[in-house]
């Protein structure tokens, strides 16, 4: 069974930076990794991935050129650096991670099987 697990959320200005990070309790090699987000009151929403099938990065329209996933593989870690934050990014975070194939944007949370516990990110004046 994969765990991931969620750090890096807080308080933040508008206009500010935050890294969140998931630690995978082994390799993701072979897994699509997706970061996703739910605010109050809201679906779930995919923000960013890395595909399994092309190893290409998708990002949602709303956080494109302000958010950046990238992977080190030597710590099982993912990472989601966010730039440039306005306070409708504010939402719990969840890292997702798929075994199988996703021949899709990998931005669709149904896709997913494993998941972390979440972080809060407020962006707040």
């Known amino acids: 069974q994969l765990q991931l697990v969620e750090s890096g959320g807080g308080l933040v200005q508008p206009g500010g930076s935050l890294r969140l990070s998931c630690a995978a309790s082994?390799?993701?090699?072979?897994?699509?990794i997706g970061w996703f987000r739910q605010a109050p009151g809201k679906e779930r929403e995919g923000v960013s991935c890395?595909?399994?099938?092309?190893?290409?990065?998708n990002y949602a329209d709303s956080v494109k050129g302000r958010f950046t996933i990238s992977r080190d593989n030597a710590k099982n870690t993912v990472y989601l650096q966010m730039d440039s934050l306005k306070p409708e990014d504010t939402a719990v975070y969840y890292c997702?991670?798929?075994?199988?194939?996703?021949?899709?944007?990998?931005?669709?949370?149904?896709?997913?099987?494993?998941w972390g516990q979440g972080t809060q990110v407020t962006v707040s004046a």
């Open positions: 082994r390799t993701l090699d072979y897994y699509a």
């Open positions: 890395i595909s399994n099938n092309d190893r290409s990065t």
């Open positions: 997702a991670a798929e075994p199988y194939t996703i021949r899709t944007m990998c931005l669709r949370s149904y896709e997913y099987t494993y």
